[in-house]
Structure formats: C-alpha cells, structure tokens
C-alpha cells in the first residue's frame, strides 16, 4: 500500500516539471531565436517481489531467494530524466531594421553517433571574454559602436573579434559579408555544433560550450545563410503545446485521484480494521 503513495507521488511530480517545461515553451512563442524544450520521462527500474524474509531485493527475472521465487513485479514510478532544446528552424518574421538578421540553417551534417544534424550560431562574447552562441539575431549597435546582442554581449567576426561600425547604415550579404560605404568591414561569425543538445542552456537564448565551438566556415559540409531586415523567430508550436499541457494535467489528475483513493483505504484500514 505505502509504495502505492511512492509510485502516484513520482507520476504527480514528473508530470508537474512536464507542466512547467511546457509553460515555460509557451511564454516564450513570440522570443526570437527562442528554442522549445523537450522532455524525457523514463520509469525507475521495476522490483520483482519475493519473500518476506529475503535478504535483498530482487531486481532481476527469474533468481531466487532462499530457493523461492518472486512472486510478482512491482513499477517503482517515473520521472523526468531531462529537458532537451529543439534545434529546428524557427519562422522568420520580417521587421525591416538593417541590425536584425536572421541566421538560416542550409546544409547541416549529421552526426553518427546521435542521428541528429547540428547546428549554428552567431558567435557572442560575453563580459568575462567568453564565447556564448545564439540564433536571436535581433541585434543593435552601442555607444562605442559595436554590434550587440540586447545584453550588450558583443556580436564576433570570424576571426573571433567584435564589429565595429560607423552606424547602422550598413547591408549584409547571404554569406554574412557586412558592407558600409562600399566596403566590407568584416564578417559576420558563425558556429557549428556537432552535437547541439551537449550545449549548456544559459537563459535568454544563449547557450554555452565547454569548449569553444569551431567557426562553421572551416567545417567541411556546412551551409548557411543571413536575411537582413529578418528575425527568426522561436519554433514552439503553440498549439501542440497546449495539447500537451492538457495532457499533462489530466495525468497529474489522475495520479491525484489515485493518491485520493489510496489515502481513503488507509483511512478504513486505521479506523475500521484496527478496530476490530
């Protein structure tokens, strides 16, 4: 009865974090560059019953213990062992403003060992000289003109250096060529994950790498493009996010009503059972 209450209470808790994750998705439909979360929920490894007066618990089919066999499996409950970004593409949403700019994803390798494509990034520098990546492109130029992200983390070259400008009056090329005056001024930087779900998750759309990540342009079979005047924007489907929030609260429901139904039995078995 008791590991009934273990098993109800993992299902509510997982099911809650699942709801979080997916609010979290939906505040943030409208975030350029924002990447949806995904979640993995996995069961904890199932029991198999045996004696009262084992010495250990079985977990595996088919031993015995003091020459009897389990009499039977037992679920342990789930949990959610991790949430995921989706690195798809967002859709682009046009603003006209020559310092938003869309990175677009063209030809992306895919990697052995997880099956997955990876994937690029503007290359940012933080205030401590650390590179962070990002695909919010939604830029602007500072007092001391260089090109920023709204933190102020400045917006890298692909030799790794910050941009700086006169203005922003300036156009950008497919290949990421920033020209003003009739010159180009430097190059916008790009890099590529192999492996982006290893990314570190920073907040506001930054991600971060133990090492820092190789610029795209040296990586053989990566291609990519920018859209001036372009944002892109997040890849939450809203719609299949309800859904499965839906999902998940009626789930979470449904443990609560066990835990209800598990809690009235303990009742009787206290106030009737033990009174007799």
């Not at 975030?31 to 069961?43: L, M, N, V, W, Y």
């Not at 006169?166 to 994950?193: H, K, P, R, Y």
């Not at 982006?196 to 990540?213: D, E, M, V």
């Amino acid at each position: 009865m008791f590991r009934g209450f273990y098993t109800v209470g993992s299902g509510m808790i997982a099911q809650q974090r699942r709801t979080e994750m997916l609010a979290n998705n939906i505040a943030n439909a409208n975030t350029p560059g924002f990447k949806a979360e995904q979640s993995s929920i996995r069961s904890f490894p199932e029991m198999f019953m045996s004696s009262l007066n084992a010495q250990r618990i079985p977990t595996q089919k088919g031993i015995q213990l003091n020459g009897l066999s389990p009499v039977g499996e037992l679920s342990t409950g789930v949990y959610m062992q991790e949430t995921m970004p989706l690195f798809t593409q967002g859709t682009l949403r046009e603003t006209g403003m020559t310092t938003d700019i869309a990175l677009l994803d063209g030809r992306l390798p895919i990697d052995a060992e997880t099956g997955e494509p990876g994937a690029v990034f503007f290359r940012l520098e933080n205030e401590n000289g650390n590179e962070l990546y990002t695909k919010n492109g939604n830029f602007t130029i500072d007092a001391a003109g260089y090109l920023t992200n709204p933190m102020g983390y400045y917006v890298l070259n692909t030799n790794g250096q910050r941009i700086q400008l006169q203005n922003d009056d300036f156009s950008i090329s497919d290949t990421g060529d920033i020209m003003q005056n009739g010159e180009t001024v430097a190059t916008l930087g790009v890099s590529f994950a192999e492996q982006p779900g290893a990314l570190l998750k920073q907040g506001n759309g930054l991600f971060a790498s133990a090492a820092n990540l190789p610029e795209a342009q040296n990586v053989a079979g990566v291609g990519y493009s920018f859209q001036q005047g372009f944002l892109e924007g997040s890849n939450v489907d809203a719609a299949k996010s309800m859904t499965d929030m839906l999902a998940a609260y009626r789930a979470f429901e449904a443990n609560q009503k066990i835990l209800q139904a598990y809690d009235r039995s303990m009742e009787k078995a206290v106030n009737e059972i033990g009174r007799i």
